[in-house]
């Protein structure tokens, strides 16, 4: 019997959200499998079987069909006990580029989609009294570093905005799980050298053992959490002379 009877995932389509449907569906758990490239999203169906994985074309840049396909969702599920929120987009943003629309791009994908969608999930979990509402956030959010202001800002926004949910929800049975992987091996990724870098099956089973546990907030992997302690407390002074 899995953990969860039915999950949606909101980024679905590739790396960390595929590999977390892959994953819940093998445990048995129904997936609603959510996100714009509808091919990408059939691949994932006929791979797990249709009885298990749903596939849902969404854009979350289209706030106000958020809500509408939430209800549809639970509607076609018969109810939900897991949220993940995991779409997200980083465009690369050159040493001297300054660029409204990709900024606007990364809030309203990373931030303002998320918000449509936690809304009406919030509400129908308070009612339920139960449940878990997954964000993935990311270690980029514990400081403001040099290469792409807009996404650091955008992960420091969602741990927030998930962090006052928490302290909402906790009273109605509701566990709202913040997960800041650090670098993974996925499209978001290719071509970029960073360090310690993980397989996306890797981040998509920290990230569930995360939700499994409600625990509040967490790293994936684990290792994070006394690196970003020293970095986040590294004074301004000396972090705008590295590129850490
Ligand atoms: N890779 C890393 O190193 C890393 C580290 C920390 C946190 N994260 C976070 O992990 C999450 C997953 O990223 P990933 O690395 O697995 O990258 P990815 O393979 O590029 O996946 C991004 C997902 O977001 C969806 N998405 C993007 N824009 C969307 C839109 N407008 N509407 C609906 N869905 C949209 C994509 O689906 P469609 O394009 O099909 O719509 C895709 O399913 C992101 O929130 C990312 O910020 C990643």
């Not at 679905?12 to 449907?21: D, K, N, R, Y």
């Not at 749903?54 to 509607?75: C, E, G, N």
């Not at 993935?136 to 927030?160: F, M």
Request: with cysteine; aromatic share 8%.
């Amino acid at each position: 019997m899995p953990q969860f009877k039915n999950a949606v995932i909101i980024g679905a389509s590739s790396g960390i959200g595929a590999e977390m449907v892959k994953q819940l569906a093998a445990e048995g758990t129904v997936v609603a499998a959510v996100a714009r490239r509808l091919g990408e999203l059939e691949k994932l169906r006929d791979a797990c079987g249709a009885d298990k994985v749903k596939i849902y074309a969404h854009d979350v840049r289209q706030f106000d069909t958020s809500a509408p396909l939430w209800d549809q969702i639970v509607a076609d599920l018969g109810s939900v006990d897991l949220f993940i929120y995991n779409a997200g987009v980083m465009p690369r943003i050159e040493e001297s580029e300054y660029n409204f629309a990709k900024d606007r791009e990364i809030m309203e994908v990373n931030v303002v989609g998320a918000m449509a969608w936690l809304n009406p999930v919030s509400a129908y979990m308070e009612a339920r009294r139960g449940g878990t509402i997954v964000g993935i956030s990311s270690v980029a959010g514990e400081r403001g570093r040099r290469g792409n202001p807009a996404y650091h800002t955008s992960k420091a926004a969602l741990t927030t905005y998930l962090e006052a949910l928490r302290n909402r929800l906790f009273r109605y049975g509701v566990q709202v799980v913040t997960v800041k992987p650090g670098p993974v091996d996925t499209p978001m990724t290719a071509g970029l050298k960073l360090p310690l870098l993980i397989k996306a099956d890797e981040c998509a089973r920290g990230t569930l053992s995360l939700a499994k546990g409600g625990t509040g907030e967490g790293y994936v992997p684990a290792i994070w959490a006394p690196i970003m302690f020293v970095i986040r407390n590294v004074p301004s002074v000396v972090f705008r002379k590295t590129n850490i």
